[in-house]
């Protein structure tokens, strides 16, 4: 079993460079299905899920080379198959991605249900109305679901909750559909505005992406494309709240501002001081800031991918600070980690009620999801003496090369194996 071992009372200084974005990279490979050409894919992250969804569409007939260290080609000229691998979809709940696709190429897709982390229900029945407003006729049995189509047709779908991987799945189906779809109550997250733009490069016709109604007009044949996946505004975020919770100075290289004004805005109230630089975003900090209230929100709002993180952080803030979570209702698994390491948490119905203390003290915690697991490294930086993280698979799912890159900033971080304990 391997753990991350956190010394914490180190300031932070240096810089720190973001990689690709793994939410929009996922969704971006899985459009590559749409097109009967070649593409190429820059700064690809060297993540676990974006080895899934890789090993994904090679199941299925894509051919998959690299090209450097951060390249792909992807070639799904001859798909061989509508039925990916149960073994692989059920890792990771972006799998599911590949429905869309499938159903504009071949006509048909069966795919089991979706695992991923257990962070509440997301359920998939909104991409499935859109699927089945296209067209798409449904059939679900002992955990599979299986869509067929003799034709999409465009249509006007009305998403009941702006939902990221509903947007995408219906947005790549439309663009191969016969006539003009129209989202409503779309997701306007950058990662879509980046799928969109990786389509339209494919020559499809995307329209809108980044509000809250997209239009897309359907195209019988998408060609291959070259593309760079935008920078990742979660890792970034989590880099800039560690410099925050630890204290120094910290630039975050290879960002996009703009994607990140909801968490420097809630930095900003803490006491940090944020400026915007040409090579990107330096945050400095004293370390222990003010106590502040977080609601989380569908973007542009305050990411719920960035709660567990904040929450971290205001566990030594100075005040009680109240953190509303609104979008998956079992995303505080993370608090009784943070009690464990001396933190005054109270739940109460969908807030957290944190009452800053002056110290953490490290203890052995276990990461029960992907962001969980980044808020216990942010615990760890402001804890006395040594934290141990096991369940460390989660992190790897979303963070590339993050024990190098932390190293490099000041943080006391190693990755050790134990190879006689068994993980409860």
């Known amino acids: 079993m391997e753990k991350l071992i956190v010394t914490g009372g180190t300031k932070l200084e240096g810089r720190i460079k973001v990689s690709g974005a793994k939410n929009a990279v996922l969704p971006i490979i899985a459009a590559s299905l749409l097109a009967e050409g070649e593409c190429h894919l820059q700064d690809i992250p060297q993540l676990a899920d974006v080895d899934t969804i890789t090993q994904v569409i090679k199941s299925i007939g894509v051919k998959v080379s690299t090209t450097g260290n951060k390249d792909l080609v992807l070639n799904a000229g001859e798909l061989t198959s509508s039925e990916p691998p149960e073994e692989w979809v059920r890792k990771m709940r972006a799998s599911f991605l590949v429905m869309g696709p ?11 249900m979706p695992g991923g982390c257990n962070i509440g229900s997301r359920p998939i029945d909104l991409h499935l109305k859109g699927l089945t407003a296209l067209g798409a006729d449904i059939q679900m049995s002992h955990g599979i679901i299986e869509c067929s189509a003799k034709k999409l047709v465009g ?35 950058p990662e879509i505005v980046d799928l969109a733009n990786f389509i339209n490069g494919m020559g499809g016709r995307v329209y809108g992406a980044g509000t809250n109604i997209i239009r897309i007009e359907g195209v019988p044949r998408l060609k291959g494309a070259n593309h760079t996946v935008i920078p990742d ?40 001081t944020i400026d915007e630089e040409d090579s990107g975003v330096r ?32 566990t030594t803030a100075r005040g009680t600070s109240v953190v509303t979570e609104t979008v998956f209702e079992n995303r505080f698994m993370h608090v009784n980690e943070l009690r464990r390491m001396g933190s005054n948490i109270v739940i109460e119905g969908h807030s957290a009620v944190v009452k800053g203390v002056s110290r953490l003290t490290g203890a052995p915690v276990k990461a029960s999801d992907l962001r969980a697991g980044a808020a216990l490294i942010i615990a760890g930086l402001v804890a006395e003496g040594k934290t141990e993280i096991c369940s460390i698979h989660h992190i790897d799912r979303g963070y590339e090369d993050l024990v190098v890159k932390l190293t490099g900033i000041g943080v006391d971080i190693k990755r050790k194996v134990y190879p006689d304990e068994v993980e409860k």
Do not use: C, W
Not at 102 to 112: E, M, P, V
Not at 161 to 189: D, K, L, Q
């Open 233 to 272: 505004r979660i890792e970034a975020g989590t880099y800039m709240i560690m410099a925050a919770a630890a204290g120094g100075d910290v630039l975050v290289e290879n960002v996009i501002s703009d994607h990140l004004k909801p968490a420097m805005a809630k930095l900003a109230e803490t006491g940090v």
């Open 102 to 112: 499938l159903l504009a190429r071949l006509g048909h897709a069966r795919i089991s």
């Open 155 to 189: 249509s006007r779908v009305y998403l009941d909750f702006p939902s990221v991987g509903a947007t995408e799945n219906i947005m790549m189906a439309a663009s191969r559909a016969e006539g003009t779809t129209v989202i409503e109550n779309a997701a306007e997250e």
């Open 283 to 314: 945050v400095r900090s004293r370390g222990r800031g003010d106590a502040i209230d977080v609601k989380t929100l569908p973007y542009p709002g305050f990411p719920t991918d960035m709660q567990a993180q904040m929450m971290a952080y205001l």
